[in-house]
């Protein structure tokens, strides 16, 4: 069975920027993604809030996460996680291409937003229709604008 000291689920910011301070610490790092790297934010058509980036795309801001971690010799491999276990004190993580044990393992799966199903939203995700109101309220100042939600108590 392989075995790596750190396994990160998870390609989005939080895993790239994982698996770039686990480098830079000195740790053999292994990163699965089962999509693309940058995660959710490939779905965004364009970004203007991410700290020293003045505008880029969803896909052009996933692929420097990308090429900064490969700065660093990254391993990226494409693989869907199945399960992680825990064997007789060791961490082993489950993946549809084998087996692999880690001394540590960081997951950041990330975050999936709750579609409507309305007529229309599919085809203009990031072009109108959004799932972030902070992120991208300022895209459409003057214009009316609907915010569907729902509200939680503790």
């Known amino acids: 069975m392989e075995k790596r000291e750190l396994v990160i689920i998870g390609a989005g910011p939080a895993g790239m920027a994982a698996a770039i301070y686990g480098r830079r610490a000195g740790l053999d790092v292994l990163l699965l993604e089962r999509g693309a790297t940058g995660g959710q934010i490939n779905t965004t058509e364009e970004i203007e809030n991410w700290p ?26 494409p693989a869907e996680v199945k399960k992680v276990e825990l064997r007789e004190g060791a ?52 214009e009316e604008v609907a915010v569907v939600g729902e509200a939680t108590r503790q």
């Open 91 to 142: 961490k082993i993580v489950v993946t549809d291409k084998g087996e692999i044990e880690a001394d540590a393992v960081i997951l950041a799966t990330g975050a999936y937003f709750r579609r409507l199903g309305c007529p229309g939203e599919a085809e203009h995700i990031g072009q109108g229709v959004s799932y972030c109101a902070v992120c991208d309220g300022a895209f459409f100042e003057d």
């Open 52 to 77: 020293g980036v003045q505008h880029a795309t969803g896909p052009e801001l996933g692929n420097m996460f990308r090429e900064h971690a490969l700065k660093f010799n990254t391993e990226i491999r």
